[in-house]
């Protein structure tokens, strides 16, 4: 066996798989499968299949992802680069796939780093309606904002909260809801190694408790008629079958709802929910709940092209409704009149830790100038980790947000097209600037990684674009853009962060701009970042911290 797998664990597979164990056992000395799910954000499974350099199989349950070769290294290309697609284990595609987003839906994305599963969330979207993608882990975070941003979305705010935080800020706002679960990660062993080693420490009773907490809140957060999809990469009963049954019995107003026959998954088990090694009292569940485990579905290693997993869609069995009004310390004072606290920088383009807090009223705010640059004296020299307050007058902090607006869309107006869609709230952190899908009065008091779409600073009186504009941008969508060479390998060289010599008749200049300024740089139709033309070169703006390596 080419992995080695922990003794209690087989012992309790076998107790549990009976005939199967022997073909699951031998599915740990196959190799492991590798997957992309195209980012229809960008581009079409059809159009990428016109372009792709990888030979592509159809993933069962996921109508835009595929197997390929993991030989074939697609993180080294620029396609990588440029987010038309994600670096996606097979079996890991099918939670959000369950949970059927359509555009217009408000969904959260409860336990979300990396963000593989936002990502995909956000593709169904399709612009329209509202992300919250979050995670209780600080240091995965910044590994979900990234992805956010890379794959070019624009409607998702990034939370790094505990559910009972989130529920306390949005009660009943949500209509879906994806749980990818903390759990003993099982199903991946065969990928980690490391997490077969781990095994006996990230016990199966701790990650249970955790899960019953995670979904008591996330019940809360739903909206009546709404869906939540609960997964685990694990085939402890403990944490899949037990949690559902479980639920179902204290939340009589949920029902299971099957997992589409073409996938190929496995049912549930409800006979395993009082194994001979568990110490479960029977009749802690209803039979009514225990049976509708059967609905749920499993991933097996040894019969599926795939890794392990466990989805159960649990429908809230209400009629649809509007989402519950949002709890807010600060609901009838204008936006502009707010201040917020700085914690963290993270990133080159300006990305930062926020907690939007209420601010002082107009009135009872210092409003002269002097008094914020005698607070800004205070703070000089001050560190810039956690818990420092950048403190600014009412007053001057409106004229500053004022002034944002203005070099941005001056900006604007000289660079992007009137196709470019910026839609969103504006929030503004210091001199930089989001578009949230949310107001920030709903983002009041929680602790914000991304507040929306980050589209960038001022930079002594200019506005300076961020890389997730670009990201987030067609050729069509900028006055200037300019397509670079794969074959030649302008791409890569510009993606490591070299000037390119350019001549004016490469770039695509659209209602007689001029060429020199702010240009869009692609690989072929597909935004990588943005340059600044003038005479003959392309002086690379690619932020350091995004490049090839």
């Known amino acids: 066996m080419s992995v080695t797998l922990p003794p209690l ?8 798989l009976g005939e199967e164990y022997p073909d699951f056992v031998v599915s740990y000395d196959h190799p492991r499968f590798a997957g992309i799910r195209i980012n229809t954000l960008k581009i079409s499974p059809e159009a990428f299949a016109e372009l792709t350099p990888f030979e592509l199989k159809p993933v069962p349950w996921c109508e835009t992802g595929y197997y390929i070769d993991e030989g074939q290294k697609p993180g080294k290309h620029p396609y990588y680069h440029a987010g038309l697609y994600y670096i996606q284990e097979p079996s890991a595609m099918a939670p959000a796939e369950a949970l059927d987003v359509q555009p ?3 969904v959260l994305d409860l336990c979300a780093a990396p963000g593989g599963k936002s990502t995909q969330i956000a593709a169904r979207l399709q612009g329209q309606g509202v992300l919250v993608t979050n995670d209780i882990s600080e240091m995965r975070t910044k590994a979900l904002a990234k992805n956010i941003e890379l794959y070019g979305v624009k409607n998702a705010v990034v939370l790094n909260e505990s559910p009972e935080r989130i529920l306390q800020a949005f009660p009943g706002y949500f209509n879906k809801i994806l749980i990818d679960a903390p759990c003993s990660g099982e199903g991946m062993f065969r990928k980690d190694e490391d997490m077969a080693r781990q095994w006996e420490k990230h016990s199966v009773e701790v990650c249970s408790v955790m899960q019953r907490d995670i979904l008591k809140s996330a019940a809360g957060m739903l909206a009546p008629g709404g869906t939540i999809v609960y997964s685990t990469c694990t085939f402890a009963p403990e944490e899949d079958e037990a949690q559902i049954a479980e639920f179902l019995t204290l939340n009589p107003d949920f029902e299971v709802v099957p997992l589409p026959a073409k996938w190929g998954l ?4 409800p006979d395993w929910l009082y194994p001979p090694y ?3 009292e029977k009749g802690e569940y209803t039979e009514a709940s225990a049976a509708q485990t059967g609905d749920a579905g499993r991933l097996w290693p040894h019969r599926i092209q795939g890794e392990g997993h466990f989805v159960a869609v ?3 069995t209400g009629e649809t409704g509007q989402p519950g009004r949002t709890q807010s310390r600060n609901q009838d004072r204008d936006f502009s009149e707010q201040h917020q606290e700085e914690q963290e920088q993270e990133l080159d383009q300006g990305s930062a830790w926020l907690t939007i807090q209420p601010a002082p009223t107009a009135q009872s705010a210092l409003s002269s100038r002097a008094a914020k640059d005698k607070t800004r004296q205070a703070n000089k020299g001050k560190g810039k980790g956690r818990g420092r307050r950048q403190e600014s007058a009412g007053a001057g902090a409106v004229q500053d947000q004022q002034e944002l607006l203005a070099a941005w869309r001056l900006f604007a107006g000289q660079n992007l097209s009137d196709t470019a869609g910026m839609t969103g709230y504006p929030v503004f952190f210091g001199t930089n600037l989001y578009l949230s899908p949310l107001t920030p009065d709903q983002l009041n008091g929680l602790k914000t990684v ?8 001022v930079k002594n009186g200019r506005f300076v674009p961020g890389q997730p504009l670009a990201a987030a941008l067609k050729p069509g969508e900028s006055l200037r853009s300019v397509q670079l060479s794969l ?6 060289r510009y993606l490591k962060g070299e000037t390119l010599q350019l001549p004016e008749s490469r770039l695509v200049r659209l209602n007689d701009s001029l060429p020199k300024g702010y240009v869009l740089v692609g690989v072929g139709d597909y935004s990588l970042g943005w340059g600044k033309w003038q005479d003959g070169m392309l002086k690379n703006e690619y932020p350091a911290g995004w490049r090839w390596t």
């Open 9 to 16: 664990f087989l012992e309790r597979m076998q107790t549990l």
């Open 104 to 106: 217009g839906d408000r």
């Open 266 to 269: 496995a049912k549930g088990r």
């Open 278 to 280: 568990m110490k479960v």
């Open 314 to 316: 649990l429908r809230h």
């Open 450 to 457: 991304r507040p929306g779409w980050y589209v960038g600073t």
């Open 487 to 492: 074959e030649e390998g302008e791409a890569v």
